[in-house]
């Protein structure tokens, strides 16, 4: 049968693993992964546009796993009610194609959204890096904050939000977080000034320009999370060609990153060759890098090994009759228990 995790199920491994030993671990799978990029049938993923958001559909499979994303971004949800963010995925045996895992996958891609962020500044922002700067507030952002303290040593955070509210809501639920530092900041200007990392995590439905070149200071290392659909993006072009410009998957980003500005020769570095030493990373003390996060496929099939793992360990996971449970794997008609004889007596 398919184990089927819930929100709760996800929550309780979480509790079990402690938030650092949840992010550290998520890291561990999602390096693992990035590190054998050539064993995975790779392809962009498939988005349904409409006026308010986006549906999309995030497919990957290696010899033995086959898994995929239903993910949606709707920035105006939060007026009606409703997370922007709202993801299930599965995870299915390559040999049999039998669905092993259908799980809740939205408090899942804000963990492995903000460990992908943090292993990817672990790799590319200034050894030493401590203050950063969180432009959006919103249902990412803890997830953010945390796991940039937990495994890049980020202990002091300038928060801002064009919606005072999200900012105070952030600030309520870090202020237990012991040796991390939070300042409320009313511009970005003021939230930027000293940061050695910055993150921009707001939804707009929109060619934003959240952060401007003057934003920008030497050897600042950005991670730009909230851009990750064709014309929505968050920073300035003109802060992108005097950067080094690191992505998940060069096919993808072009389409939905912040690169989408950028003419199609303009020079970037997948993430995967960095990890494996086949392309450097940051090369200098005073370049800017930028981590054009838009999520790909395979961090969700990271996230989702990490789900089927963990929810082993801890005996969690209900069976889901999701497929059909037959005594003979050729008669699929008689699951449906009709009588045809008798249906045809009674028509008679
Ligand atoms: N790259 C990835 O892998 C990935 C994964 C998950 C979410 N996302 C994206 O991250 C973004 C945030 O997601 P969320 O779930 O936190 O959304 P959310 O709606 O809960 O929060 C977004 C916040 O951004 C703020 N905001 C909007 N415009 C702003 C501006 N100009 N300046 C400052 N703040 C501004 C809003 O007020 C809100 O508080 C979305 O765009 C989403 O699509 C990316």
């Known amino acids: 049968m398919t184990a089927f995790l819930k929100p709760r199920d996800v929550a309780r491994i979480v509790a079990a693993q ?19 990029w050539a064993d995975f049938d790779k392809t962009p993923r498939v988005a349904a546009h409409s006026r308010d958001g986006v549906i999309e559909l995030m497919p990957i499979a290696d010899a033995t796993l086959y898994s995929f994303k239903y993910v949606n971004g709707h ?37 492995r959204t903000a460990a992908m962020s943090a292993l990817a500044a672990r790799t590319l922002a200034r050894p030493g890096s401590r203050r950063m700067a969180l432009i959006g507030n919103g249902a990412q952002s803890e997830f953010q ?20 509210a999200a900012t105070a809501r952030l600030q309520r639920a870090l202020a237990g977080v012991p040796g991390l530092r939070l300042i409320a900041c009313d511009s970005v200007e003021r939230a930027v000034q000293g940061a050695d990392i910055v993150t921009t995590v707001t939804a707009d439905k929109t060619r934003a320009t959240i952060l401007r070149p003057g934003h920008i200071a030497p050897g ?18 003109a802060i992108l060609e005097h950067a080094s410009v690191f992505v998940e998957y060069e096919p993808q980003s072009r389409i939905e990153g912040e ?20 392309a450097p990373g940051r090369r200098r003390d005073d370049e800017v890098t930028v981590f054009d996060s838009v999520g790909f496929a395979l961090e969700d099939f990271s996230a989702l090994r990490w789900l089927r793992d963990s929810a082993r360990e801890l005996g969690l996971g209900e069976p889901l009759a999701l497929v059909p449970e037959q005594q003979d794997p050729k008669d699929l008609f008689g699951v449906l228990g009709l009588d045809l004889g008798a249906a045809a007596n009674r028509a008679a």
């Open 220 to 237: 600042m290392h950005l991670n730009a999370v909230g851009g990750d659909c064709p014309g929505k993006t968050e920073l300035d072009a």
């Open 18 to 36: 402690g938030i650092a030993g949840t992010f550290e671990r998520l890291a561990g799978y999602l390096e693992a992964d990035y590190r054998r």
């Open 75 to 111: 920035p105006a949800n939060t007026r009606a009610g409703l997370p922007t963010v709202m993801a299930f995925g599965v995870l299915a045996e390559v040999a049999t194609g039998l669905p092993l895992l259908l799980s809740e996958l939205t408090l899942t891609t804000a963990l």
């Open 145 to 164: 904050a945390l796991a940039f303290h937990h495994l890049v040593g980020i202990d002091e955070i300038a928060l801002f939000d064009v919606d005072r």
């Open 259 to 278: 690169i989408q500005q950028m003419p199609a020769d303009f020079a970037v570095t997948e993430f995967w060759r960095v990890l494996t030493r086949q």
